[in-house]
């Protein structure tokens, strides 16, 4: 079993849509839970950081952490075209190597005007 | 403005030629990165980096070097480098505030091609 598993998509809503985006791990010591976005041809940028179990809302976007079904999601309400892009999300532990990053491998939306 | 940067920013050589990307930030971030990019293996990370003259291992750290002398500076070496080694390269440099918040950038990736 892989350490993060991401459904790679591609996943294609119509403006104004709520997207779910999701992740499940394994590895319990995981403590840190990251989303990102990528643009085509771009490097990645960071949308949302959380610790621990619980909600993160930003603006569109939320972030929950569920760490006894090992499953994170990241919600965006009101999907826009600029929305489209490959959505990774990442998670590490905390401790001595407490800046190891483990990857999913992204899914790809896309937002219909 | 708030960037990393990359150098070069594409790269064909063949096997064997050692090769350094560098990569700069001028954020005074503690915290740097490398990472590959992959069609079908997502991002990985290659080695990191927590402060100057500390570095450790990321998922695939076969094959690189890295050297952290100078805060801003984290280059990624490749001192034989194979086929396999193409791919897309990211440098990140990130810091952490003491209520919680991340502050992480990447850098315009390098396209590297290994013949």
């Known amino acids: 079993q892989k350490e993060v598993e991401q459904d790679p998509g591609p996943l294609s809503v119509p403006e104004g849509a709520i997207v779910s985006l999701n992740c499940t791990y394994s590895n319990s010591a995981f403590q840190y839970f990251m989303w990102y976005r990528q643009y085509s041809r771009k490097g990645p940028e960071l949308l949302m950081y959380?610790?621990?179990?619980g909600n993160k809302e930003d603006g569109r976007f939320t972030a929950q952490v569920d760490k006894s079904s090992k499953y994170i999601s990241l919600f965006i309400r009101d999907s826009q075209p600029s929305d489209s892009a490959t959505y990774l999300c990442?998670?590490?532990?905390?401790?001595?190597?407490?800046?190891?990053?483990?990857f999913g491998k992204g899914t790809l939306l896309t937002v219909n005007p | 403005e708030a960037q990393v940067t990359q150098n070069p920013r594409y790269l064909i050589t063949v096997t064997g030629k050692k090769l350094t990307v560098t990569c700069s930030q001028n954020m005074n971030h503690e915290y740097m990165s490398w990472y590959r990019q992959d069609p079908g293996l997502g991002l990985r990370q290659i080695y990191y980096s927590m402060n100057v003259e500390v570095t450790d291992k990321g998922d695939v750290p076969e094959g690189y070097k890295v050297s952290r002398k100078e805060k801003r500076n984290f280059p990624l070496i490749l001192e034989s480098p194979s086929p396999n080694q193409t791919s897309l390269y990211f440098c990140?440099?990130?810091?952490?505030?003491?209520?919680?918040?991340?502050?992480?950038?990447f850098g315009p990736g390098t396209r590297l091609t290994v013949l």
């Open positions: 990140a440099s990130s810091t952490f505030t003491g209520t919680g918040k991340v502050w992480q950038f």
């Open positions: 959380t610790y621990s179990s």
């Open positions: 990442a998670m590490r532990g905390s401790g001595g190597s407490n800046y190891k990053l483990t």
